[in-house]
């Protein structure tokens, strides 16, 4: 990885790559909302590049965030769009955790109107790939 900034909760951490424009989320477990959109907050504060695109690894939880929470974290972007319209989110989940995939589906349903790309993969290389804006044959 390019050097970065690291902003860390117990939760996730979260590594801002400048050169590639993509902020890396690492998952440890779920995090509630609230702890969620601080690190966010922290971020979007940092990062001077526009639009933000996300990489989230979440293959290390063994549950799925509740709806409630993934509406929150769209309601989230979708009122900070001005970062994020124009961006890619790529979701990493372990292939077995489908209620996980799901999730993400979810989301993606939830942002559009923010203008965001939301996509949930099981291969970490195909993710980071997709939201690096490498064009690749079905990624998925």
Do not use: K
């Not at 001077?48 to 989230?56: D, I, M, T, V, Y």
């Amino acid at each position: 990885m390019t050097s970065g900034t690291r902003r860390r909760t117990a939760a996730l951490t979260c590594d801002i790559d400048h050169a590639t424009r993509v902020i890396r989320c690492r998952y440890h477990r779920q995090p509630d909302f609230a702890e969620w959109r601080a690190i966010m907050e922290r971020v979007l504060a940092e990062v001077a590049f526009r639009p933000l695109n996300l990489l989230s690894d979440r293959r290390a939880l063994l549950e799925a965030a509740a709806p409630a929470v993934i509406r929150q974290m769209a309601a989230f972007v979708v009122a900070n769009r001005d970062v994020f319209e124009g961006g890619r989110w790529a979701v990493v989940v372990a292939p077995a955790h489908r209620a996980e995939y799901g999730m993400a589906r979810m989301g993606s349903v939830l942002i559009e109107r923010a203008g965001v790309l939301l996509r949930p993969f099981t291969d970490y290389d195909a993710a980071r790939q997709w939201v690096e804006g490498v064009e690749m044959d079905d990624v998925t």
